[in-house]
Protein backbone atom coordinates (compact mmCIF):
# COMPACT_ATOMS: atom_id res chain seq x y z
CA UNK A 1 0.00 0.00 0.00
CA UNK A 2 1.45 3.17 -0.93
CA UNK A 3 1.57 6.37 1.63
CA UNK A 4 -1.17 8.59 0.81
CA UNK A 5 -0.51 10.91 3.27
CA UNK A 6 2.98 11.49 1.64
CA UNK A 7 0.75 13.44 -1.29
CA UNK A 8 -1.16 15.56 0.53
CA UNK A 9 -0.05 18.67 0.18
CA UNK A 10 1.69 20.26 3.87
CA UNK A 11 -0.88 22.78 4.33
CA UNK A 12 -3.87 20.51 4.18
CA UNK A 13 -2.41 17.69 6.03
CA UNK A 14 -2.30 20.44 8.73
CA UNK A 15 -5.60 21.73 8.46
CA UNK A 16 -7.42 22.45 11.32
CA UNK A 17 -11.26 22.30 9.75
CA UNK A 18 -13.65 24.20 10.24
CA UNK A 19 -16.53 22.62 12.60
CA UNK A 20 -20.20 23.56 11.74
CA UNK A 21 -22.68 24.12 15.03
CA UNK A 22 -24.23 20.80 14.09
CA UNK A 23 -21.13 18.65 13.77
CA UNK A 24 -20.46 19.90 17.77
CA UNK A 25 -24.07 18.98 19.14
CA UNK A 26 -24.45 15.47 18.97
CA UNK A 27 -27.62 14.95 21.09
CA UNK A 28 -31.36 15.22 21.08
CA UNK A 29 -32.39 18.01 18.98
CA UNK A 30 -33.86 20.47 21.65
CA UNK A 31 -33.72 24.59 21.15
CA UNK A 32 -31.32 25.26 18.64
CA UNK A 33 -29.53 28.67 19.51
CA UNK A 34 -26.38 27.68 17.78
CA UNK A 35 -26.47 28.65 14.07
CA UNK A 36 -27.55 31.87 14.09
CA UNK A 37 -30.54 30.58 12.06
CA UNK A 38 -34.24 32.26 11.78
CA UNK A 39 -36.48 30.42 14.68
CA UNK A 40 -39.56 30.31 12.24
CA UNK A 41 -39.98 27.11 10.56
CA UNK A 42 -40.91 26.88 6.87
CA UNK A 43 -38.83 23.58 6.56
CA UNK A 44 -35.44 25.28 5.65
CA UNK A 45 -34.92 28.09 8.06
CA UNK A 46 -32.16 25.33 9.79
CA UNK A 47 -29.12 24.00 8.06
CA UNK A 48 -28.89 20.29 6.90
CA UNK A 49 -28.80 18.16 9.24
CA UNK A 50 -25.93 16.03 9.33
CA UNK A 51 -27.76 12.74 10.42
CA UNK A 52 -30.36 13.21 7.19
CA UNK A 53 -26.84 13.77 4.80
CA UNK A 54 -25.39 10.40 6.46
CA UNK A 55 -29.11 8.98 5.78
CA UNK A 56 -28.09 9.27 2.36
CA UNK A 57 -24.29 8.68 2.38
CA UNK A 58 -25.39 5.52 3.81
CA UNK A 59 -28.26 4.48 1.37
CA UNK A 60 -26.01 5.79 -2.11
CA UNK A 61 -22.98 3.73 -0.45
CA UNK A 62 -24.98 0.19 -0.25
CA UNK A 63 -26.08 1.12 -3.57
CA UNK A 64 -22.62 1.06 -4.42
CA UNK A 65 -21.42 -1.80 -2.46
CA UNK A 66 -18.52 0.15 -0.85
CA UNK A 67 -18.70 1.13 3.02
CA UNK A 68 -20.03 4.73 3.64
CA UNK A 69 -16.56 6.17 5.65
CA UNK A 70 -15.37 5.26 1.36
CA UNK A 71 -17.81 7.76 0.12
CA UNK A 72 -17.90 11.25 -0.35
CA UNK A 73 -21.08 13.21 -1.67
CA UNK A 74 -20.40 16.26 -3.54
CA UNK A 75 -22.37 19.63 -5.18
CA UNK A 76 -21.61 17.44 -8.62
CA UNK A 77 -19.10 15.38 -9.30
CA UNK A 78 -17.62 18.73 -9.94
CA UNK A 79 -16.88 19.21 -6.73
CA UNK A 80 -15.31 16.37 -6.25
CA UNK A 81 -12.86 16.94 -9.25
CA UNK A 82 -11.57 20.65 -7.64
CA UNK A 83 -10.91 18.62 -4.44
CA UNK A 84 -8.79 16.25 -5.89
CA UNK A 85 -6.26 19.33 -6.79
CA UNK A 86 -7.00 21.52 -4.00
CA UNK A 87 -5.73 18.45 -1.45
CA UNK A 88 -3.13 17.08 -3.41
CA UNK A 89 -1.10 19.72 -5.70
CA UNK A 90 0.57 22.50 -4.50
CA UNK A 91 -0.10 25.18 -7.05
CA UNK A 92 3.08 26.55 -9.18
CA UNK A 93 4.56 23.35 -8.72
CA UNK A 94 2.48 20.34 -9.26
CA UNK A 95 1.37 18.95 -12.22
CA UNK A 96 -0.73 16.55 -13.35
CA UNK A 97 -1.45 14.34 -16.31
CA UNK A 98 -5.04 13.88 -18.05
CA UNK A 99 -5.70 11.93 -21.13
CA UNK A 100 -7.06 13.87 -23.75
CA UNK A 101 -9.56 14.07 -25.55
CA UNK A 102 -11.74 13.99 -22.30
CA UNK A 103 -14.08 16.14 -19.71
CA UNK A 104 -13.35 19.68 -19.49
CA UNK A 105 -13.41 20.19 -16.15
CA UNK A 106 -10.29 18.28 -15.32
CA UNK A 107 -8.26 20.81 -17.01
CA UNK A 108 -10.56 24.00 -16.49
CA UNK A 109 -9.63 22.91 -12.27
CA UNK A 110 -6.07 22.45 -13.05
CA UNK A 111 -6.22 26.13 -14.82
CA UNK A 112 -8.01 27.28 -11.28
CA UNK A 113 -5.55 25.97 -9.21
CA UNK A 114 -2.72 27.11 -11.17
CA UNK A 115 -1.48 23.38 -11.66
CA UNK A 116 0.46 22.01 -14.47
CA UNK A 117 -1.43 20.23 -16.85
CA UNK A 118 0.15 17.77 -18.76
CA UNK A 119 -2.46 16.11 -22.04
CA UNK A 120 -1.60 12.80 -23.31
CA UNK A 121 -3.90 12.24 -26.48
CA UNK A 122 -5.98 8.45 -26.70
CA UNK A 123 -4.83 6.46 -29.64
CA UNK A 124 -6.09 8.24 -32.47
CA UNK A 125 -9.71 6.39 -34.20
CA UNK A 126 -9.46 3.61 -31.68
CA UNK A 127 -9.33 6.00 -28.79
CA UNK A 128 -7.37 3.35 -26.70
CA UNK A 129 -5.81 4.17 -23.53
CA UNK A 130 -2.05 5.13 -23.83
CA UNK A 131 -1.02 3.29 -20.61
CA UNK A 132 3.38 4.04 -21.33
CA UNK A 133 2.55 7.81 -22.86
CA UNK A 134 0.65 8.52 -19.75
CA UNK A 135 3.31 7.42 -17.40
CA UNK A 136 5.94 8.58 -19.31
CA UNK A 137 4.65 12.41 -19.17
CA UNK A 138 4.46 11.62 -15.02
CA UNK A 139 7.44 12.84 -13.17
CA UNK A 140 8.24 13.31 -9.22
CA UNK A 141 5.77 16.26 -8.92
CA UNK A 142 2.69 14.73 -10.75
CA UNK A 143 -0.14 14.43 -8.04
CA UNK A 144 -2.62 13.60 -10.36
CA UNK A 145 -3.61 10.81 -13.60
CA UNK A 146 -7.47 11.86 -14.81
CA UNK A 147 -8.83 9.26 -16.62
CA UNK A 148 -12.65 9.00 -17.79
CA UNK A 149 -14.36 5.34 -18.47
CA UNK A 150 -16.45 5.64 -20.37
CA UNK A 151 -14.60 7.93 -22.16
CA UNK A 152 -16.34 11.65 -22.50
CA UNK A 153 -16.66 12.54 -25.56
CA UNK A 154 -15.57 9.52 -27.02
CA UNK A 155 -17.45 6.82 -25.69
CA UNK A 156 -15.45 4.05 -25.04
CA UNK A 157 -14.67 2.08 -21.78
CA UNK A 158 -11.02 1.20 -21.03
CA UNK A 159 -10.21 -2.71 -19.55
CA UNK A 160 -10.24 -2.97 -15.68
CA UNK A 161 -6.32 -4.51 -16.28
CA UNK A 162 -5.19 -1.27 -18.15
CA UNK A 163 -6.86 1.05 -15.55
CA UNK A 164 -4.91 -1.53 -12.90
CA UNK A 165 -2.08 -1.00 -14.41
CA UNK A 166 -1.94 2.57 -13.75
CA UNK A 167 -2.76 2.38 -10.52
CA UNK A 168 0.26 -0.19 -9.75
CA UNK A 169 2.69 1.98 -11.84
CA UNK A 170 1.76 5.38 -10.70
CA UNK A 171 3.39 7.30 -7.83
CA UNK A 172 0.39 9.58 -7.41
CA UNK A 173 -3.43 9.43 -7.76
CA UNK A 174 -5.36 8.15 -9.91
CA UNK A 175 -8.67 9.42 -10.60
CA UNK A 176 -10.68 7.40 -12.40
CA UNK A 177 -14.33 9.26 -13.53
CA UNK A 178 -17.19 6.72 -14.53
CA UNK A 179 -19.69 9.12 -14.55
CA UNK A 180 -21.41 7.25 -17.44
CA UNK A 181 -20.77 3.34 -15.65
CA UNK A 182 -24.11 2.38 -15.61
CA UNK A 183 -24.94 2.44 -19.25
CA UNK A 184 -21.59 0.43 -20.10
CA UNK A 185 -22.03 -3.15 -20.64
CA UNK A 186 -18.04 -3.12 -19.10
CA UNK A 187 -17.39 -3.29 -15.26
CA UNK A 188 -15.95 -0.41 -13.81
CA UNK A 189 -13.14 -0.17 -11.20
CA UNK A 190 -15.07 0.30 -7.87
CA UNK A 191 -13.72 -3.28 -7.12
CA UNK A 192 -10.14 -2.06 -6.85
CA UNK A 193 -10.68 0.14 -4.41
CA UNK A 194 -9.77 -1.85 -1.64
CA UNK A 195 -6.29 -3.10 -3.47
CA UNK A 196 -5.14 0.81 -4.09
CA UNK A 197 -5.30 3.52 -1.95
CA UNK A 198 -3.75 6.03 -4.55
CA UNK A 199 -7.30 5.31 -6.52
CA UNK A 200 -10.20 7.73 -6.40
CA UNK A 201 -13.33 6.97 -8.18
CA UNK A 202 -15.82 9.37 -9.41
CA UNK A 203 -19.85 8.42 -10.13
CA UNK A 204 -22.91 10.81 -10.36
CA UNK A 205 -26.21 10.54 -9.73
CA UNK A 206 -26.41 13.19 -12.75
CA UNK A 207 -26.78 10.99 -15.85
CA UNK A 208 -28.04 7.26 -15.21
CA UNK A 209 -30.30 7.94 -12.26
CA UNK A 210 -32.20 11.41 -13.85
CA UNK A 211 -31.07 13.81 -11.11
CA UNK A 212 -28.50 16.22 -12.75
CA UNK A 213 -30.73 19.14 -11.61
CA UNK A 214 -30.18 17.94 -7.77
CA UNK A 215 -26.43 18.37 -8.32
CA UNK A 216 -25.28 15.27 -6.36
CA UNK A 217 -21.72 13.80 -7.08
CA UNK A 218 -19.86 10.90 -5.19
CA UNK A 219 -16.43 10.39 -4.71
CA UNK A 220 -14.85 7.09 -3.68
CA UNK A 221 -11.75 6.18 -2.21
CA UNK A 222 -9.75 5.47 0.89
CA UNK A 223 -11.72 6.61 3.98
CA UNK A 224 -8.20 8.26 4.55
CA UNK A 225 -9.17 10.08 1.34
CA UNK A 226 -12.58 10.62 2.15
CA UNK A 227 -11.62 12.40 5.65
CA UNK A 228 -9.39 14.84 4.24
CA UNK A 229 -12.19 15.74 1.47
CA UNK A 230 -14.85 16.42 4.35
CA UNK A 231 -12.34 18.55 5.75
CA UNK A 232 -11.70 20.83 2.56
CA UNK A 233 -15.09 20.80 0.71
CA UNK A 234 -17.63 23.82 1.76
CA UNK A 235 -19.65 23.42 5.10
CA UNK A 236 -22.82 22.30 4.23
CA UNK A 237 -22.22 21.34 0.74
CA UNK A 238 -25.24 19.56 -0.16
CA UNK A 239 -28.76 21.33 1.00
CA UNK A 240 -31.65 19.54 2.70
CA UNK A 241 -34.15 20.03 -0.15
CA UNK A 242 -31.56 18.45 -2.55
CA UNK A 243 -30.65 15.44 0.00
CA UNK A 244 -34.39 15.07 0.59
CA UNK A 245 -34.97 14.44 -2.96
CA UNK A 246 -32.30 12.21 -3.54
CA UNK A 247 -33.08 9.66 -1.16
CA UNK A 248 -36.61 9.98 -3.23
CA UNK A 249 -35.54 9.28 -6.17
CA UNK A 250 -32.94 6.31 -5.31
CA UNK A 251 -36.13 4.17 -4.34
CA UNK A 252 -37.30 4.34 -7.92
CA UNK A 253 -35.98 1.59 -10.38
CA UNK A 254 -33.61 3.34 -13.24
CA UNK A 255 -32.87 -0.33 -15.10
CA UNK A 256 -35.59 -0.24 -17.64
CA UNK A 257 -34.73 3.70 -18.66
CA UNK A 258 -31.44 2.91 -18.68
CA UNK A 259 -32.52 -0.49 -20.65
CA UNK A 260 -34.00 1.73 -23.12
CA UNK A 261 -31.36 4.09 -23.70
CA UNK A 262 -28.74 1.40 -24.08
CA UNK A 263 -30.87 0.05 -26.68
CA UNK A 264 -31.83 2.95 -28.40
CA UNK A 265 -28.40 4.07 -28.61
CA UNK A 266 -27.30 0.69 -30.14
CA UNK A 267 -30.51 1.02 -32.38
CA UNK A 268 -28.67 4.62 -33.47
CA UNK A 269 -25.29 3.47 -33.93
CA UNK A 270 -26.16 0.69 -36.32
CA UNK A 271 -28.86 2.47 -38.21
CA UNK A 272 -27.21 6.10 -38.71
CA UNK A 273 -24.26 4.64 -41.06
CA UNK A 274 -26.86 4.63 -43.86
CA UNK A 275 -26.86 8.72 -43.84
CA UNK A 276 -25.30 10.15 -46.56
CA UNK A 277 -23.57 12.46 -44.16
CA UNK A 278 -22.42 10.13 -41.56
CA UNK A 279 -19.22 8.83 -42.13
CA UNK A 280 -18.60 6.56 -38.76
CA UNK A 281 -20.25 6.08 -35.43
CA UNK A 282 -17.59 5.34 -32.86
CA UNK A 283 -18.33 2.36 -30.37
CA UNK A 284 -20.31 3.91 -27.06
CA UNK A 285 -20.38 2.36 -23.29
CA UNK A 286 -22.22 5.88 -22.36
CA UNK A 287 -25.52 7.32 -23.13
CA UNK A 288 -24.13 9.42 -26.31
CA UNK A 289 -22.67 8.72 -29.39
CA UNK A 290 -19.40 10.43 -31.19
CA UNK A 291 -20.42 10.33 -35.31
CA UNK A 292 -17.74 11.66 -37.91
CA UNK A 293 -19.52 13.59 -40.47
CA UNK A 294 -19.17 15.13 -43.59
CA UNK A 295 -19.78 18.75 -42.68
CA UNK A 296 -20.42 19.07 -38.92
CA UNK A 297 -21.00 22.48 -38.99
CA UNK A 298 -23.41 22.64 -41.53
CA UNK A 299 -25.23 19.61 -40.10
CA UNK A 300 -25.30 20.88 -36.51
CA UNK A 301 -26.82 24.16 -37.69
CA UNK A 302 -29.44 21.81 -39.58
CA UNK A 303 -30.29 20.28 -36.66
CA UNK A 304 -30.63 23.76 -34.89
CA UNK A 305 -33.14 25.44 -37.26
CA UNK A 306 -35.07 21.75 -36.69
CA UNK A 307 -34.42 22.20 -32.80
CA UNK A 308 -32.03 19.68 -32.29
CA UNK A 309 -29.49 20.46 -30.12
CA UNK A 310 -25.93 18.57 -30.27
CA UNK A 311 -22.68 19.46 -29.16
CA UNK A 312 -20.43 20.08 -31.60
CA UNK A 313 -16.90 18.06 -30.75
CA UNK A 314 -15.19 18.92 -34.23
CA UNK A 315 -12.90 21.57 -33.14
CA UNK A 316 -11.54 18.87 -30.23
CA UNK A 317 -8.06 16.98 -30.98
CA UNK A 318 -8.92 13.65 -32.37
CA UNK A 319 -12.35 14.45 -32.53
CA UNK A 320 -12.39 16.55 -36.13
CA UNK A 321 -15.41 16.21 -38.33
CA UNK A 322 -17.37 14.66 -35.14
CA UNK A 323 -20.41 15.43 -33.13
CA UNK A 324 -21.51 14.12 -29.86
CA UNK A 325 -24.78 13.65 -29.81
CA UNK A 326 -27.08 12.88 -26.47
CA UNK A 327 -29.55 9.38 -27.05
CA UNK A 328 -32.66 10.72 -26.32
CA UNK A 329 -36.25 9.10 -25.83
CA UNK A 330 -37.29 7.26 -28.72
CA UNK A 331 -39.62 9.91 -30.47
CA UNK A 332 -36.67 11.96 -29.89
CA UNK A 333 -34.60 9.80 -31.64
CA UNK A 334 -36.19 9.73 -34.61
CA UNK A 335 -36.54 12.63 -35.30
CA UNK A 336 -32.95 13.42 -34.50
CA UNK A 337 -32.61 10.36 -37.25
CA UNK A 338 -35.05 12.30 -40.02
CA UNK A 339 -33.15 15.63 -39.42
CA UNK A 340 -29.83 13.92 -40.20
CA UNK A 341 -30.86 11.48 -43.27
CA UNK A 342 -32.67 14.62 -44.86
CA UNK A 343 -29.13 16.40 -44.84
CA UNK A 344 -27.41 16.88 -47.99
N1 LIG B 1 -17.63 13.60 -15.44
C1 LIG B 1 -17.94 13.50 -16.73
C2 LIG B 1 -17.18 12.57 -17.58
C3 LIG B 1 -18.97 14.27 -17.27
O1 LIG B 1 -19.26 14.17 -18.57
C4 LIG B 1 -19.69 15.16 -16.43
C5 LIG B 1 -20.80 16.06 -16.90
N2 LIG B 1 -21.11 16.08 -18.18
C6 LIG B 1 -19.31 15.22 -15.10
C7 LIG B 1 -18.30 14.42 -14.62
C8 LIG B 1 -19.99 16.17 -14.13
O2 LIG B 1 -20.99 15.51 -13.51
P1 LIG B 1 -21.79 16.14 -12.27
O3 LIG B 1 -23.12 16.50 -12.79
O4 LIG B 1 -21.81 15.03 -11.27
O5 LIG B 1 -21.00 17.33 -11.78
Known amino acids: MKDISQLVRPNIAALQ ?30 YPSTALKEQLRSRVAALKGVAPERLFLGNGSDEAIDLCYRVFCEPGRDNAVIMAPSYGMYSVCADINNVERRMVLLEPETFALPVEKMLGAADSNTKLMFICSPNNPTGNAFAVSEIERLAVAFGGILVVDEAYIDFSGKPGVLQLLEKYSNLIVLQTLSKAWGMAGLRIGLAMASPYIISIFKQVKYPYNIGTDTIALALEKLNGDIAPQVAEIVSERDRLAAELPSAGCVQKVYPSDANFLLIKVTDPRGLYNALLEQGVIVRDRSRVALCEGCLRITVGTPAENIKLEKCIYSYE
Open 17 to 46: PYSTARDEYKGELGILLDANENPYDNGINR
